[in-house]
T-cell receptor, first 114, second 112 residues
Framework: DTAVSQTPKYLVTQMGNDKSIKCEQN?????MYWYKQDSKKFLKIMFS???????INETVPNRFSPKSPDKAHLNLHINSLELGDSAVYFC?????????????FGPGTRLTVL | QKEVEQDPGPLSVPEGAIVSLNCTYSNSAFQYFMWYRQYSRKGPELLMYTYSSGNKEDGRFTAQVDKSSKYISLFIRDSQPSDSATYLCAMSAGSGYSTLTFGKGTMLLVSP
């Protein structure tokens, strides 16, 4: 019973292509996130949705567009892929409340842009 | 100055050693402090979290927070080869839609 799942696990594609990554959580959480982890392992927040509403949108190129069809799903669509987009993308979820905001992560999607 | 600083390592220790992993931070608004463990090619896994200053123990792991020094630590007793991973500290202010701010992680290698 995977709590936070992502598909695909690996994605290899050419520059200029458009691709999507999907995320689903079965924890009943109300908030979901996308993070980017670069080659130096730095984990950086990209977006966050709370009850399907965008609440965090860090400085991310507008080629990246998140979509949350419901509380359990958060997808990430990337247009016109660039070499610099190569990274591992992690989805996470939490039950947002005033407090720790413990986040639970998916296994990651390793994106390689050639 | 980065908000959260963490030595990337690698930190190499023999099996059975006591390991100390540390982070410093600059934002005095941080109230919640977490440690995540990330095995190679896996997602980060929450180990434990602490609110404000003090200690918290969970099995072989002890988390310590010193807010006056803006310094947090994770101690691992009787380290095992299975503890070999990257350990990331994370912090939040804990109000409203506060995000987690991560350190860059310390790679730990425990040799048998």
């Amino acid at each position: 019973d995977t709590a936070v799942s992502q598909t695909p696990k690996y994605l290899v594609t050419q520059m200029g292509n458009d691709k999507s990554i999907k995320c689903e959580q079965n924890l009943g959480h109300d908030t979901m996130y996308w993070y980017k982890q670069d080659s130096k392992k730095f984990l950086k927040i990209m977006f966050s949705y709370n009850n399907k509403e965008l609440i965090i949108n860090e400085t991310v190129p507008n080629r990246f567009s998140p979509k949350s069809p419901d509380k359990a799903h958060l997808n990430l669509h990337i247009n016109s892929l660039e070499l610099g987009d190569s990274a591992v993308y992690f989805c996470a979820s939490s039950q947002l409340r005033t407090g720790a905001n413990e986040q639970f992560f998916g296994p990651g999607t390793r994106l390689t842009v050639l | 100055q980065k908000e959260v600083e963490q030595d990337p390592g690698p930190l190499s220790v023999p099996e059975g050693a006591i390991v100390s992993l540390n982070c410093t931070y600059s934002n005095s608004a941080f109230q919640y402090f977490m440690w995540y463990r990330q095995y190679s090619r896996k997602g980060p896994e929450l180990l434990m979290y602490t609110y404000s200053s003090g200690n918290k123990e969970d099995g072989r792991f002890t988390a310590q927070v010193d807010k006056s020094s803006k310094y947090i630590s994770l101690f691992i007793r009787d380290s095992q080869p299975s503890d070999s991973a990257t350990y990331l500290c994370a912090m939040s202010a804990g109000s409203g839609y506060s995000t987690l701010t991560f350190g860059k992680g310390t790679m730990l290698l425990v040799s048998p």
